[in-house]
């Protein structure tokens, strides 16, 4: 008992002893330039993510520039595309079309336009027009315009491929179904050499 | 230093608690890390010299610990325990490493012990407390790191038990089944000693 109590006056002194050791103090000073160079080094860091992040915002803005511009491009690349075929989307002649092909032409527009006329119906309906497609007779072929009823027979034809929507058909006096008034489609117009479109065909 | 420095300085040692001088340590601030090696350098210096038995070991040790403030941040949580206990198990951790690095079994250096404050008995009572004293710290040095560093931080560092246990990163009653391994060890040795001290002829 006495050994114990003897022993704990001894870790005493020792811990007494051992507690007056100060940490050494070049330390000190190895330790405050550490944490200086760690400022350095955060302030190079911070410096070189803003350097990264603003040359990564110029190539994005460029890459965004670049892309729109070439959307742009296409859009109007597609508004405006002449075909150089006639009966296909292929291929169409750079030359006017030959005359008997101009009066076939007019001549399948006239047959289509009265067998419009004749189911009773001024402005046709563009699913009938699908619905015919299906039976093999038309979009395939030109479904002539009702608005140029009444045209002189064109001497030069030219096709014009165009992208519109199904609502942009009523100008030109046909009607699209409910569910496509909304969609873009493709489609080919005849037109002559006065610029007024004589049929149309919807490609896509 | 000038009067705004020893202010400044005293304000860092005194009244900033231990996450805003690391918050301020990580931000770069040099001061704020000096404040922190001054407020617990000692306590990680002291149990890695008594722990090693080498200077350059224990500076080299401590060195890496406070550096260890700067790099692993994530690392220590303020919540779990205080940043001395947690700043310690680092060194625990160096050392042990450091130990298995070179398997030394280094021996209590005489010349570096500082002479006892003793006062009280005679001469005679006098060499016999240094002799027991001097006994202790051969008999600490022999006791397994496990038992050692216990004694160190309890019985030195008079730390708590719970303190302790976050340091070794055991649970407190392993702390107080190996301190009271450790001392009754010690206290064998201690019996010894006296005994063929008191047995000496004077």
Known sequence: ?204 | MGMFKRLWRRRLDGELSDGDLHQAALAGSGEAMAALYRRHGGLVYRFTLQMSRNDAVAEEITQEVFLALLTQIDRFDAARGELSTWLCGIARHQLWKHLQRSEVASAFDEENAAELEFSGDGPAELLLRREAVAAVRAGMDELPATLREVVILCSLEEMSYEQAAQVLSVPVGTVRSRLHRAKARLAGLLRGEVGSMRRKPR
């Not at chain 1, 892309?67 to 169409?92: C, D, E, F």
């Open chain 1, 1 to 204: 008992m006495t050994t114990d109590r003897e022993l704990d006056e001894i870790l005493a002194e020792i811990g007494r002893e051992h507690r007056a050791i100060d940490a050494p103090k070049t330390l000190e000073a190895a330790l405050h330039a550490e944490a200086g160079r760690r400022k350095d080094s955060i302030g190079a860091r911070k410096l070189r993510l803003r350097w990264t992040s603003a040359v990564a915002a110029i190539l994005l803005a460029a890459i965004a520039t670049s892309g729109a511009i070439w959307q742009l491009r296409n859009a109007h690349k597609h508004q405006y595309r002449h075909v150089r075929s006639v009966s296909t989307p292929q291929a169409m002649p750079e030359q006017p079309l030959a005359s008997a092909q101009i009066a076939a032409r007019n001549n399948a527009a006239a047959t289509a336009s009265a067998r419009t006329r004749s189911a009773g119906t001024d402005r046709p309906r563009f699913h009938e027009a699908s619905t015919n497609r299906a039976t093999g007779n038309s979009l395939d072929e030109f479904v002539p315009l009702p608005v140029s009823e009444g045209l002189p027979p064109a001497a030069e034809l030219s096709v014009v491929r165009i992208k519109l929507r199904g609502s942009d058909l009523r100008q030109y006096g046909l009607e699209a179904p409910a569910d496509a008034v909304a969609q873009t489609m493709l489609a080919e117009f005849v037109v002559g050499e006065d610029g007024l479109p004589r049929a149309i065909r919807i490609v896509r």
